[in-house]
Structure formats: C-alpha cells, structure tokens
C-alpha cells in the first residue's frame, strides 16, 4: 500500500496547494492524521477521495514516506491514483 502525494500547483488563499491520496482509504486517514490533519478536511467529491495539503504538508508527507507523483512526468501513474481515488470516493460512508 502506498500515499500518494501530487504536484502543489493549485494557487489559492496564498498557498500552493497538492492532493494527498492512498491506495486504501484506511492508509490515506490514517496518514492524514500523522500530518495533523483533522479527519473532517477529507474530500469525497468528483475528483476523488483526497486531502488538501500545502507544499510544505507535501514535504513533510514525502518525508514520511509519501511517494511523490508527478501530473507531468507521471501520467499513467497519476491516471491510475486518480482513478483508484475516484473508486474509494463513491465507498466512503460517513
């Protein structure tokens, strides 16, 4: 089981912004917590189950054994994360 975490490129409220995804939704709360990230910042929607993290939340994830991902130098990858998060977002209960 891995964490994912993507390019911080979204610019918003002065931040620059990345996704934090897992293979198994058990694995991406549980990480998400490690990072101080209260369990009501999840996001179920039409992107997928993920977290919001800042740059520096997605260094500190990738200091913590986060596998950094690329939209650019990893498409196929980044296709099948996407996906996978797509799928666990339809599962998640509340």
């Not at 950094?68 to 296709?79: G, T, V, Y």
Request: hydrophobic letters at 45%; charged letters at 25%; a positive charge.
């Amino acid at each position: 089981m891995t964490v994912y975490v993507d390019d911080a490129v979204t610019l918003w409220r002065g931040h620059r912004w990345a996704h934090l995804m897992a293979d198994t939704l058990d694995e991406l709360h549980d990480f998400a917590a490690q990072l101080g990230i209260p369990r009501r910042a999840f996001q179920d929607k039409t992107s997928g189950a993920h977290y919001d993290v800042t740059a520096q939340l997605r260094e500190q994830a990738i200091a913590l054994g986060a596998m950094a991902i690329s939209r650019h130098d990893d498409r196929a990858l980044m296709r099948r994360v996407i996906a996978n998060a797509r799928a666990q977002g339809r599962r998640e209960t509340p």
